[in-house]
């Protein structure tokens, strides 16, 4: 699948007249199908939107601003969560969501202070 920075097309013709726009990510259809779905569900958790679009057609589109107001939320929700099994459930989905922001925002998202668990590791997402 391959990640987008924008909005997905909503017609056909949107889709056919869109200018060509540089691949963000582009991870195997196991990897890109398991991050969206661990998206969703955090999305139902904290009540808000990720900014990550799969449009079920191999492509997904993501909505830099959005995306990085979500990863504020998944920090300020574990900072204030105790439990430690949610918090190792989340850490990889947290860790994929920053390399995205990353590369969909320009520049890293400072990772805030006790979230070493976040950090370790975090340079082997490619």
């Known amino acids: 699948m ?7 097309p909503r017609t056909g013709r949107e889709y056919v007249s869109r200018p060509d726009q540089p691949t963000l990510w ?9 991050f969206c779905a661990q998206l969703a569900a955090v999305e139902q958790m904290l009540r808000m939107p990720s900014g990550v679009v799969d449009t079920g057609m191999d492509e997904v589109y993501v909505d830099p601003p959005v ?4 990863i504020v939320a998944m920090f300020d929700f574990l900072g204030h969560n105790g439990s430690i099994p949610l918090r190792r459930m ?3 989905v947290l860790q994929t969501a920053l390399f995205v922001d990353a ?6 998202l400072p990772i805030p202070p006790g979230f ?3 950090e370790e590791g975090l340079d082997d997402i490619s």
């Not at 391959?2 to 997905?8: D, E, I, L, M, W």
């Not at 582009?26 to 398991?34: A, C, I």
């Open 2 to 8: 391959s990640f987008y920075v924008g909005t997905p």
């Open 26 to 34: 582009e991870r195997g259809q196991h990897t890109s199908f398991m």
């Open 67 to 70: 995306l990085r107001a979500f």
């Open 90 to 92: 989340l850490a990889g």
């Open 103 to 108: 590369r969909a925002s320009g520049g890293p």
């Open 116 to 118: 070493e668990d976040v």
